[in-house]
């Protein structure tokens, strides 16, 4: 069975601009979290998703936004970026919400 | 709110026992994760508990005690390959999921 997929791998930014974040889950994974991992903060919830609804949602600004569709694929994305979005952003999938976690290698931004 | 606490680093040698320990405090709790995530890797699941008692997996074991909002995680007969941060994650009502801040472990030959 293929693991949790996300592209890109890495994205250099600059500040103001906006990113979109692609994340493809396991076959028959239905829930998908994303989260953001910093040296500094360590794992911090972003939202997840369930069948292509939001079923919850971290303490992050209106920038970080995200959406899933009919396939469980799942995008997030983060408009006028800031210095501080420099991060690892993870996605995981379930098969429920938060069941065990599969993540993937996640996408590392970095924001000039 | 939900928090979880955990030691920021724990340095032992090949061959020794290191114990995790993770607190937590949240509301309508179902139960505990643990994760390790190598350096430059993503998390991989170890362990959940969502009754109390002991669950052993090989040389990992995971312990919760509800009434003491409290669990750990055991590394056994530790080798270089567990040097990692290791991430307890908190379940509860509502599809919540909240992690702890990791404890790095860095095994000595």
């Known amino acids: 069975k293929a693991g949790v997929t996300q592209t890109p791998r890495y994205l250099i930014k600059t500040r103001g601009q906006q990113v979109t974040l692609s994340c493809s889950p396991i076959?028959?994974?239905?829930?998908v979290s994303w989260y953001q991992q910093t040296p500094g903060q360590g794992l911090q919830f972003l939202f997840e998703y369930f069948s292509e609804t939001q079923r919850n949602k971290g303490n992050f600004p209106g920038r970080f936004s995200g959406r899933q569709f009919s396939n469980s694929r799942s995008e997030m994305n983060v408009s006028t970026l800031e210095l501080g979005d420099s991060a690892l952003y993870l996605c995981?999938?379930?098969?429920?919400?938060?069941?065990?976690?599969?993540f993937g290698p996640g996408t590392r931004l970095t924001v000039l | 709110g939900q928090s979880l606490e955990q030691p920021s680093e724990v340095t032992a040698v090949e061959g020794a026992i290191v114990q995790i320990n993770c607190t937590y405090q949240?509301?309508?709790?179902?139960?505990l994760s643990w994760y390790q995530q190598h350096d430059g890797g993503a998390p991989t699941f170890l362990s959940y508990?969502?009754?109390?008692g002991l669950e052993e997996t090989g040389r990992f074991s995971s312990f919760l005690s509800r009434s003491d909002s409290y669990g750990y995680l055991l590394l056994q007969e530790l080798q270089m390959k567990d040097s990692a941060s290791y991430f307890c994650?908190?379940?509860?009502?509502?599809?919540?999921?909240?992690f702890g801040g990791g404890t790095r472990v860095l095994v000595k030959p």
């Open positions: 995981a999938s379930s098969r429920d919400s938060f069941d065990e976690q599969f």
């Open positions: 949240t509301s309508g709790f179902y139960g």
């Open positions: 508990n969502g009754l109390d």
């Open positions: 076959s028959g994974h239905r829930s």
């Open positions: 994650a908190a379940k509860a009502a509502g599809n919540k999921l909240t």
